[in-house]
């Protein structure tokens, strides 16, 4: 198993989602209940990868990884139709990666008992588990994201060539202002993204 990036109990991840993010990342070894913007997700894998940690993403065919550099796509799983055992691989994968999402094109509300076996998973390996469209009783963290504005579009005319998400993160005991995530090559710089959610 690789050595994990960061520290131990944090995935940690830079800028903007860092300061929103309890002790500047994402909990490991704990879920974390994301919303479906695929442009933070894809932010999320390019951060953690290319800071020398391993990702995975499961049941999310559709996800574009063109963004993604050759050496982060090395470093990223995907597994797009795992089928009925969607919940199974996650947490295999769970064992040994620095971060795994969990995705489902319908939204799905475990109970606890439904939710024992991914819980214990996780719980006995180094991942933070992102779960997109499933909800596990009490999260560690919460985060969502909505798209603030686009750049690149004048008049009618042009191509997106950014977007700006304000992002925000809630756990127990914890809140903080949103952040503003800028994606894409915008005016000033930016991100190395330009993912636009689908």
Not at 38 to 60: C, D, F, H, K, M
């Amino acid at each position: 198993m690789q050595e994990p990036i960061g520290s131990e109990g944090v995935v940690p991840l830079s800028a903007e989602l860092a300061r929103v993010l309890p002790n500047g990342g994402l909990p490991r070894r704990q879920v974390t209940q994301v919303s479906d913007t695929p442009s933070l997700i894809v932010e999320i894998l390019r951060q953690v990868t290319e800071a020398g940690g391993y990702a995975a993403v499961v049941g999310w065919p559709e996800l574009s990884y063109a963004e993604l550099s050759e050496q982060a796509l090395r470093r990223t799983v995907a597994v797009p139709e795992p089928g009925m055992d969607a919940m199974h691989a996650a947490g295999v994968l769970a064992e040994g990666l620095d971060v795994v999402v969990l995705h489902t094109r319908c939204e799905i509300q475990y109970t606890p008992a439904q939710a024992r076996p991914l819980l214990a998973r996780v719980r006995a390996g180094e991942a933070a588990m992102l779960c997109v469209n499933v909800t596990v009783p009490s999260p560690a963290l919460r985060m969502s994201a909505d798209i603030a504005s686009f750049h690149g579009i004048g008049r009618g005319r042009g191509r997106i060539a950014g977007i700006d998400l304000e992002v925000s993160a809630h756990a127990k005991g914890w809140k903080r202002p949103p952040a503003l995530l800028k994606l894409g090559v915008v005016a000033g710089g930016g991100a190395h993204l330009k993912a636009v959610p689908s």
